[in-house]
């Protein structure tokens, strides 16, 4: 989880989210920070207020009820990018899409991919690990609706960029997670990598895949929320299909 808090670790305005991510000099740097923010106040005061009411399946527990920083191995060369951590899953977990039914389904393909430990994320200490990944969303805050503003996606971006850069020297391909992530990747190719993104913008999609030079990969996936997948939109074997791809791209045995 994350680091120790400090005063000096809070970041309160856009500005100084700018110069709290440049400043992390490490994952576990990164991830204090990032459960410290409190720059956006409609986000703030939606995860506060979730945490204190909390549902009713949820009563006895205490909520995390903070910004959910990203989760996973520091050599990752496999990015799973999301949207947003939910109000009753990573919101009261405080790991990424632990605790509901998007990350039931997420890492029982990961565990099938050989990608995680064991197929379930009930909770933080649960004993889950991931082999070659790291999970990040794009927004660290639960949103209303789950529908982050866009001064509110680009408030949280250097969270972002940050994450990416502290793992660039491994990272191979991303895996975005709907088209909300898919739009959140391309400011990051270029703050990153220094990569100006492709005009016009390759459409998302469900199997779609961008490749640059010296960038990693780009794969689109439907989002596992429970609207795709109870559906039959997104079925495990679209899943397997996606991470089986991302790990040929990865160079991932």
């Not at 506060?48 to 527990?61: G, I, K, L």
Request: charge should be positive; charged fraction near 20%.
């Amino acid at each position: 989880m994350a680091e120790a808090r400090t005063p000096d670790a809070e970041a309160r305005t856009p500005d100084e989210v700018v110069a709290r991510a440049a400043r992390a000099t490490g994952l576990v740097d990164l991830d204090g920070a990032v459960s410290d923010c409190f720059a956006c106040p409609r986000l703030v005061a939606w995860r506060e207020e979730v945490a204190r009411t909390r549902r009713a399946a949820f009563r006895d527990q205490t909520y995390w009820g903070r910004p959910v920083p990203g989760f996973g191995t520091a050599d990752a060369r496999i990015g799973i990018l999301g949207l947003a951590p939910a109000a009753h899953g990573g919101n009261r977990t405080g790991r990424i899409f632990t605790g509901d039914r998007s990350g039931d389904v997420l890492f029982a393909a990961l565990h099938r991919a050989g990608l995680a430990n064991q197929p379930t994320s009930v909770a933080a200490d649960d004993g889950l690990a991931l082999r070659d990944t790291r999970i990040f969303a794009a927004v660290r805050c639960a949103p209303p609706d789950n529908k982050p503003t866009p001064a509110e996606r680009d408030t949280c971006a250097p969270w972002l960029h940050r994450e990416v850069a502290l793992i660039r020297p491994t990272l191979r391909v991303v895996v975005a997670l709907g088209a909300f992530a898919w739009a959140a990747w391309w400011p990051a190719l270029r703050e990153v990598y220094g990569v100006r993104p492709p005009s016009p913008r390759p459409a998302f999609g469900h199997g779609a895949h961008w490749s640059g030079t010296a960038a990693p990969a780009l794969l689109g996936c439907y989002h596992v929320s429970q609207q795709n997948t109870f559906t039959g939109r997104l079925t495990p074997g679209m899943l397997d299909d996606v991470f089986a791809r991302a790990k040929q791209l990865a160079g991932v045995d």
